[in-house]
Nanobody, 125 residues
């Protein structure tokens, strides 16, 4: 099992930037997918972005393309989500998630079995 810890998050004005981090531990990550999801009050958990631990492929939800960038640092087992041009509708609890790669990148939170504790991101207008 992979353990995920997410420090960071916070309050920012619209148009500002934040960087989230997710530190992974517990087992070898070489065949894992690391993803970010978010959940706003009263809404379902939704996919934001994902990256395989090997290779260079990245994946984004349409509503964050061009604004968010996912990256990883294999040396410190950490995945980052750089969020720019933030909007009030980006306000949510952001979760880091992990699963073994099975041939495709799932955008359904039901398919991820390792989760961080979540971190609050609030964007004021």
């Amino acid at each position: 099992q992979v353990q995920l810890v997410e420090p960071g998050g916070g309050l920012v004005q619209a148009g500002g930037s934040l960087r989230l981090s997710c530190a992974a531990s517990g087992r070898t990550l070489s065949n894992y997918v690391l993803a970010w999801f978010r959940q706003a009050p009263g809404k379902d958990r939704e996919f934001v972005s994902a990256i395989r631990w090997r290779g260079i492929s990245t994946y984004y939800a349409d509503f964050v393309k061009g604004r968010f960038t996912i990256s990883r640092d294999n040396a410190v087992n950490t995945v980052y989500l750089q969020m720019n041009s933030l909007k009030p509708e980006d306000t949510a609890v952001y979760y880091c998630a992990a699963r073994s790669f099975s041939g495709y990148i799932s955008q359904s939170h039901y398919n991820y079995n390792c989760w961080g504790q979540g971190t609050q991101v609030t964007v004021s207008s």
